[in-house]
């Protein structure tokens, strides 16, 4: 299983300890919301996922190697917002490293 469906499989069980081991301890994330990093470090990614705070549907990988992988899913959040959500995501020494999104507000 590559990193992006393990990652995916993580969110799904809301298992922020199998997310824990797919991101690195310098793993950072560029808000495209903001336009800059945000700091919420790899506390954050597993504090996300173990509370469900995303709930992600037709879920696909577009592309992924050893150093790279592009994703895209309709997101659900805990407030009830959707949004189509592209993410780019780096890895280093076989973890995610850093998380890039762009996303689309879906109305309802």
């Not at 996300?48 to 705070?53: D, H, L």
């Not at 994703?71 to 490293?97: P, R």
Request: aromatic share 10%; glycine share 10%; hydrophobic share 40%.
């Amino acid at each position: 299983m590559s990193i992006l469906e393990k990652l995916n499989k993580a969110i799904m069980e809301k298992d922020g300890a199998a997310a824990g081991e797919l991101v690195h301890d310098d793993y950072k994330m560029f808000s495209h919301l903001k336009g800059e990093y945000v700091h919420m470090g790899k506390a954050g990614m597993v504090e996300a996922v173990s509370k469900g705070m995303m709930s992600p549907a037709k879920y696909r990988i577009l592309f992924e190697n050893d150093e790279i992988g592009f994703d895209h899913s309709y997101v659900t959040y805990q407030d009830g917002n959707t949004e189509a959500l592209m993410c780019c995501w780096k890895f280093k020494d076989g973890k995610i490293i850093e998380l890039e999104t762009g996303a689309t507000k879906i109305p309802k």
